[in-house]
């Protein structure tokens, strides 16, 4: 659905932003998928035995975008659905109808975005989360849709990227995860933009680029002294 490649390159290459490969897909995103989700919080479904039960319908009708170091190793991801309807993304069930949507206009979610722990708290997410917006608007998406848990830093967050509350109070479940915490539903509507907009977002995504790369260095420096 999108072409495979670099998006941003940092830290001499040691850093990049790029969109995943099926390969990339199975072998990395799906195990990190299951050591977060599964693992650490504990919000995959009795179901879910091995990586390979986090692959689901929506991986088929996304573009996965993935923060690696060098080795070539993940370490943050998120994906981008598309699909005709709301009926046909994870959040679907808890989105109300929409008004005006034209025949021809396509929506999509920002779904499975997370960041390997030692990693956390760089700016890693809200890479992935912007660089999932720009995408969307690259694709010509009409509206962009993400549940999060209900909490005022992820309002504070989404509503800074004017992203829209359009539910809330309900218990997410996509048939793979079921957070046992309250989530709401946001969406932001790519046709009422302001005109710098896109721009904006993209000078934002540079340099939190490279304060991300940064903060990783300092990461892996940290860890190699403490071997």
């Avoid at 199975?26 to 039960?53: C, M, N, T, W």
């Avoid at 956390?120 to 917006?133: H, Y």
């Avoid at 993400?146 to 989404?158: G, I």
């Avoid at 996509?174 to 977002?201: E, H, K, M, N, Q």
């Amino acid at each position: 659905m999108a072409e495979l490649g670099v998006i941003l390159s940092g830290s001499e290459g040691a850093v990049t932003l790029e969109t995943l490969s099926d390969r990339e897909l199975r072998d990395q995103y799906l195990p990190l998928r299951y050591q977060i989700y599964h693992q650490e919080f504990g919000y995959s479904l009795e179901s879910v035995k091995s990586p390979a039960d986090f692959w689901d319908r929506f991986d088929a009708a996304s573009v996965s975008l993935g923060l690696f170091v060098a080795p070539r190793r993940l370490i943050g991801a998120v994906r981008v659905i598309e699909a005709a309807s709301t009926s046909g993304l994870p959040s679907g069930a808890n989105i109300p109808p929409l008004s005006n949507q034209k025949p021809d206009e396509r929506v999509g979610e920002l779904s499975r975005g997370m960041v390997a722990k030692p990693y956390r708290g760089q700016g890693i997410f809200t890479v992935l989360f912007v660089s999932g917006i720009i995408l969307a608007q690259e694709r010509g998406l009409s509206r962009v849709f993400a549940s999060e848990a209900d909490r005022p830093a992820y309002r504070e967050f989404l509503g800074q990227l004017d992203f829209q509350v359009v539910n809330s109070d309900f218990l997410f479940s996509d048939g793979v995860i079921a957070p046992p915490v309250r989530s709401a539903c946001f969406c932001l509507d790519l046709t009422r933009l302001r005109a710098s907009y896109v721009d904006d977002l993209n000078g934002r995504r540079e340099e939190l680029f490279k304060s991300a790369c940064l903060g990783i260095r300092e990461v892996q420096e940290q860890a190699s002294h403490s071997t």
